[in-house]
């Protein structure tokens, strides 16, 4: 199985800061990465499809990258409504894993 | 708009059976994988498995975790995706999802339905 190594567990951060939360897979994914937000009580939404395109509808302060084995979530200027647990899924091959979250809490 | 809404959730004794629904809407049903993935209480989701789309003859993978145990079925006329779950366990306690699969991203699920597995 692929492993999703993700960080970190937990952050505070102000408005005015930039949020980056990774995921290191144990082996190449070739971009079949993707990242979820959840509210409590809700299913995931899907933010970032393939790394780094965006999904429909999601604000342009969430961005995607890679490098190397390594995939990064970037929000720029979070708000308030950015709070909530945050996922990587790797779909590149089977089974399917997820990063074990990180849980973002905005100042 | 895409909705997916699952059904058939409940509490269960250890060893029981359960039957999971889940009914697709706004999308052309036939054309998608559809998974199954389940999220314990305050844990990370966990991706049970996947039944491929009619190009793809509509084939089955499962998660090692649940394999031989739980069976992922589809009824093409209906749209509806199901999730048997058989000789359930305490462990299998959690919100239990669908959601469309590929061409593209895991990008609509379902709200969940809750199973607990308790004596």
């Known amino acids: 199985d692929i492993q999703m190594t993700q960080s970190p567990a937990s952050l505070s951060a102000s408005l005015e800061e930039i949020v980056t939360i990774t995921c290191k897979a144990s082996?190449?994914?070739?971009?079949?990465l993707s990242w979820y937000q959840q509210k409590p009580g809700k299913s995931p939404q899907l933010l970032i499809y393939d790394a780094t395109s965006l999904a429909d509808g999601v604000p342009s302060r969430f961005s995607g990258s890679r490098s190397g084995t390594q995939y990064s979530l970037k929000i720029s200027r979070p708000q308030v409504d950015d709070s909530g647990i945050y996922y990587c899924?790797?779909?590149?091959?089977?089974?399917?894993?997820f990063g074990a979250g990180t849980k973002l809490e905005l100042k | 708009e895409v909705k997916l809404l699952e059904s058939g959730g409940g509490l269960v004794q250890p060893g029981g059976s359960l039957r999971l629904s889940c009914a697709a809407s706004g999308f052309t049903f036939t054309d998608f994988y559809m998974s199954w993935i389940r999220q314990p209480p305050g844990k990370a989701p966990e991706w049970l498995g996947v039944?491929?789309?009619?190009?793809?003859?509509?084939?089955?993978e499962y998660n090692p975790s649940v394999k031989g145990r739980f069976t992922i079925s589809r009824d093409n006329t209906q749209n509806i995706l199901y999730l048997q779950m058989n000789t359930l366990r305490a462990e299998d306690t959690a919100i239990y999802y669908c959601?469309?699969?590929?061409?593209?991203?895991?990008?609509?699920w379902g709200q969940g339905a809750s199973v607990t597995v308790s004596s």
């Open positions: 899924l790797q779909s590149y091959s089977t089974p399917y894993t």
């Open positions: 082996q190449g994914i070739d971009d079949y």
């Open positions: 959601a469309r699969d590929y061409p593209g991203p895991m990008d609509a």
């Open positions: 039944i491929r789309n009619k190009a793809n003859g509509y084939t089955t």
